[in-house]
T-cell receptor
Framework: GENVEQHPSTLSVQEGDSAVIKCTYSDSASNYFPWYKQELGKGPQLIIDIRSNVGEKKDQRIAVTLNKTAKHFSLHITETQPEDSAVYFCAASALNSGYSTLTFGKGTMLLVSP | GAGVSQSPSNKVTEKGKDVELRCDPISGHTALYWYRQSLGQGLEFLIYFQGNSAPDKSGLPSDRFSAERTGGSVSTLTIQRTQQEDSAVYLC??????????????FGPGTRLTVL
């Protein structure tokens, strides 16, 4: 089955700096890679996703890059703000299997200091 | 519209007791998932329901865990003879089918289970 590794487990940055979280996956059939943000006491919420037919996707301050050859993908947050502080999870799935059970990484706790 | 709701939000039980956790998915979503999130860990897949198909139970950790989905909507996760290691946040998610598969999963707020 799929195995997703996520690094780092914790990340502290100053407000305005950039933050990068990296994930690797093992199953070459995976073609859908979402990123979720989980705030304290809440369920995870999708912030951006990418499919294997593109190498990069951007949405305002958030971008995701995918390298299918190396089986890794990364989340980039620019101009970080204190409200970006949360736990971020990457995940991988093979959508063409008919359904998409996501395999999650263990999460990265991002702390943005004012 | 309403998102995924779960009840109770918190549950404290004694070791050996049975518990039931409820999930109300987004109306019209045919896929429903249960995950377990232990302290400092990622989300561990438990079980998946899709329409009228047989559920994918491959993630259930033991036969003490079971789940039902009645009428293609509400789901109940049951843990029998609870153990302290069952203490975790249990998350439910639902999704609709788009294109070649099921896409964004919408999560509920979770039920925090504490087994004393």
């Amino acid at each position: 089955g799929e195995n997703v590794e996520q690094h780092p487990s914790t990340l502290s940055v100053q407000e305005g700096d950039s933050a990068v979280i990296k994930c690797t996956y093992s199953d070459s059939a995976s073609n859908y890679f979402p990123w979720y943000k989980q705030e304290l006491g809440k369920g995870p919420q999708l912030i951006i996703d990418i499919r294997s037919n593109v190498g990069e996707k951007k949405d305002q301050r958030i971008a995701v890059t995918l390298n299918k050859t190396a089986k890794h993908f990364s989340l980039h947050i620019t101009e970080t703000q204190p409200e970006d502080s949360a736990v971020y999870f990457c995940a991988a799935s093979a959508l063409n299997s008919g359904y998409s059970t996501l395999t999650f990484g263990k999460g990265t706790m991002l702390l943005v200091s004012p | 519209g309403a998102g995924v709701s779960q009840s109770p939000s918190n549950k404290v039980t004694e070791k050996g007791k049975d518990v039931e956790l409820r999930c109300d998915p987004i109306s019209g979503h045919t896929a429903l998932y249960w995950y377990r999130q232990s302290l400092g860990q990622g989300l561990e897949f438990l079980i998946y329901f899709q329409g009228n198909s047989a559920p994918d139970k491959s993630g259930l950790p033991s036969d003490r865990f079971s789940a039902e989905r009645t009428g293609g909507s509400v789901s109940t996760l049951t843990i029998q003879r609870t153990q302290q290691e069952d203490s975790a946040v249990y998350l439910c998610a639902s999704s609709s089918k788009l294109g070649e598969g099921y896409n964004e999963q919408f999560f509920g707020p979770g039920t925090r289970l504490t087994v004393l």
